[in-house]
């Protein structure tokens, strides 16, 4: 689970989201299943499955993920 926040309220009711991954030597964005509902300052993604290509880094290497989020009425 992630929560997104933002110090103003988010725009809109719902969001979608989309998650910084690897296909082969190229980086792309993979968007996520489903809209995530806006509560307030912030939004919750729940991840049950991982889109193809993603991968969690070590955590001795501390690799940020990357998430883009589109709110919407």
Request: charged share 15%; with cysteine; proline share 11%.
């Amino acid at each position: 689970q992630y929560v997104i926040t933002d110090k103003k309220n988010l725009p809109g009711k719902m969001c979608s989201a989309a998650i910084l991954a690897h296909k082969g030597a190229k980086v792309t964005w993979n968007p996520l299943p489903n809209g995530y509902p806006v509560k307030g300052k912030s939004v919750t993604i729940s991840l049950f499955t991982a889109p193809n290509g993603f991968e969690l880094p070590p955590k001795s290497t501390q690799t940020p993920v990357y998430f883009a989020v589109n709110c919407y009425k």
